[in-house]
């Protein structure tokens, strides 16, 4: 299975690199995994076969790099290496089976409701028409917009609580991270361990909050994996504070686990023509079937947030940095 990390050095600028057990192999052309995408494209190759043609012998110490003790640092394991406005961050909800409870928890309100809430019928319509069969066209899931490329945060880096947020929450997810060829066809580069990083304190006031409450920066990392396994994927998600885990449990993520397949949810993003603009880069993300939220825990400033899959690389290990200032005004002047 191939495993990439993006990389940037001071002097050296940007590198893509392949993970060999504790070492990072630099590739030899192609300064991001976009453009690697695209050249297997013209050249109508796998990713598979074309990293192997452009290794070289230029190798890096993978722990020092992951450890953030190098002058090389990770990068988002995906992006639009020019244009962060080309790059479309969006995410799918109530995908996994054992999601909807703490959803409609989040959504039911103080008194128990005999009727379904809006969350529920959703995700039952997902049990029922969500998994068609090969070629053809399933029900719609949820879809939400997280922001542009600006917002990705790489393994190490904070992600941010602005002064208007309520609260901060890591979502353990896979996400698909995809490329659009010339001819505006959506081609799959791989998946990426992600944070989606929710505001679930403004999301339970009103399920109407949910565009808003997902406005925030999120994580994707370290390493990108070319055409994995994804049935049956097990995970960690873990918070730790002042060195000590407070609070840790199992999670489950793939097509196994879900109500949709990876299909038909590709295919309810992409069939829009606004999503197959040529060149752009899209990071989607597949859902989470638990977070610490859910069991009544709220993370603090300085906390760690740790994602982790079997099979998907080293975690994606990311602090919470919480702004409490007052909020500022945002005035629009008129020309």
Known sequence: MIRLVQLKHPDHGRRVALVEDNTLRLLATH?????????????????????????TAETLNYDS?????????????????AEAARCLVTGTGLTHKASVATRAAMHAGPKKQATMTDSQRM???????????????????EWFYKGCGTILRAHGEPLEVPPFAD?????????????????????????????????????????????????????IGPELIVAPRFANVAGTVQ????GQTIWSKKIHTGEHNMCHT??????????????????????HFFGADAFSFGDGLALANGDIMEVTWTGFGRP????????????????????
């Not at 190098?70 to 639009?80: E, V």
């Not at 039952?124 to 070629?135: D, E, K, S, V």
């Not at 990876?262 to 990071?283: Q, T």
């Not at 940095?321 to 007052?326: A, E, G, H, Q, V």
């Open 31 to 55: 300064r991001s995994v976009h453009a690697l995408a695209l050249a297997a494209i013209a050249a109508g190759q796998s990713l598979s076969k074309i990293v192997p043609t452009v290794l």
């Open 65 to 81: 790099v992951y450890a953030g003790k190098s002058k090389w640092r990770l990068l988002p394991a995906f992006d639009h290496p």
């Open 123 to 141: 995700f039952q319509w997902g049990l029922a028409g969500g998994r068609p069969a090969t070629g053809q066209i399933g029900v719609p899931p």
């Open 167 to 219: 609260d901060g929450g890591e979502e353990p997810e896979v996400a698909g991270v995809y490329v659009i060829a010339p001819d505006g066809k959506p081609f799959r580069v791989g998946l990426v361990t992600a944070n989606e990083f929710s505001d679930h304190v403004m999301e339970k006031k009103n399920y109407l909050y949910l565009a808003p409450s997902k406005l925030r920066t999120c994580a």
């Open 239 to 242: 918070i730790e504070r002042n």
């Open 262 to 283: 990876v299909a038909n949810l590709e295919h309810h993003h992409f069939k829009y023509p606004a999503h197959c603009r040529p060149g752009d880069a899209h990071i």
């Open 316 to 335: 994606l290990r990311n602090p919470i940095r919480i702004d409490r200032t007052k909020p500022r005004f945002a005035k629009v002047r008129s020309l």
